[in-house]
């Protein structure tokens, strides 16, 4: 009986020898979810989120760190280090657990508690840097302290940096495995991609691959309306002199760029939640923000990232709600 149902339901496939096995791919992607007229209010203008806060690590960001750890090849001795605002290193602490390889982590202060909390929870010893969440600089920071340690002969070679500011692998791993879900989920029925710019690697990954499908397919970046923000992860790009652009972030693919302020990227968050009962990041609600703006005055099927949940941000969402 129990053969049967192996062979029925396909059970004996569910068994993962690794938890880097459980990070999706097209033949077995996110969910995507269609959202109701309750929180899109444009008939005509349909609105699909790709919750990638499902992956196993509970972002998008398991992709790149996927990619990145399987182009690396450390020696006996050697330890990871990564500058991030959150997701990639805890992606990046949980692939390397699962490695048996040492990994510290420097954050901006700004980051939210939570992903602090889990960074520590999975072991990664965590560098705290007085840094913004979108630095100018990007010799500064969290990103110079990773710079100086891969690089100081003090060191020795100790450390190996995956670099996901500067990694090609960052934007293999959407074009690879991001883009083409999205377009066997529609059918290649889509419009309009919706992606917020952090490192460049989701939004150039995804927009290069449907582009290559489709080149009608409209790819909008979204960043946040002001340098000093509280949208963990974002970059804004507008005014930024090309010498500090996004290194992996292909400018040519984006057909717009829309500014949110925190304000409505917040309260996007929030009202999703309290109408769809999906939760997502205050990123994810700057996204949903900017398609809802533009459907009210365009038409046709849009494809929402929401790179990860909720729950890592409950302290930020609780502090929002407390000044209003």
């Known amino acids: 009986m129990n053969a049967r149902v192996e062979e029925l339901y396909g059970y004996d496939d569910q068994i993962f020898d690794s938890i880097a096995d459980l990070i999706p791919s097209p033949d077995n992607p996110t969910p995507m979810l269609r959202l109701g007229e309750r929180f899109n209010p444009h008939a005509d203008f349909e609105v699909l989120l790709k919750l990638e806060g499902m992956n196993p690590f509970g972002s998008i960001k398991d992709r790149t760190a996927q990619y990145m750890l399987q182009g690396l090849n450390l020696d006996e001795g050697q330890s990871l280090v990564e500058p991030s605002a959150g997701n990639t290193g805890i992606a990046l602490a949980a692939l390397a657990n699962a490695r048996n390889i040492p990994i510290e982590i420097a954050v901006p202060e700004g980051v939210p508690e939570e992903k602090k909390a889990l960074l520590r ?14 630095p100018i600089f990007p010799s500064e920071g969290a990103r110079g302290v990773v710079k100086s340690m891969v690089e100081s002969a003090a060191f020795d070679g100790k450390y190996v940096s995956p670099n ?31 992606a917020s710019i952090g490192t460049g690697g989701t939004i150039s990954g995804v927009g290069r691959y449907l582009k290559e499908m489709n080149p009608a397919i409209q790819i909008i970046g979204v960043e946040p309306a002001n340098r000093q923000h509280h949208l963990s992860g974002l970059k804004r790009i507008t005014g930024l002199p090309d010498e500090y652009f996004p290194a992996i972030l292909d400018k040519e693919l984006l057909d717009d760029v829309i500014s949110v302020t925190d304000d409505d990227a917040y309260r ?37 990232v ?19």
């Open 121 to 134: 929870f999975l072991g990664a010893e965590l560098i705290e840097v007085e840094d913004e969440l979108c």
């Open 164 to 194: 996901q500011y500067e990694s090609e692998l960052n934007v293999a791993a959407h074009y690879h495995t991001t883009g083409p879900e999205i377009w066997r989920q529609t059918g290649g029925n889509l419009d309009y991609f919706f």
């Open 268 to 304: 996007a968050g929030i009202k999703l939640a309290r109408t769809e009962g999906a939760m997502v990041g205050p990123t994810t609600g700057a996204v949903l923000h900017a398609a809802i703006e533009t459907g009210a005055s365009k038409d046709g099927r849009a494809v929402l």
């Open 306 to 324: 929401s790179a990860d949940s909720a729950t890592k941000y409950i302290s930020s969402y609780a502090e929002f709600l407390s000044d209003r």
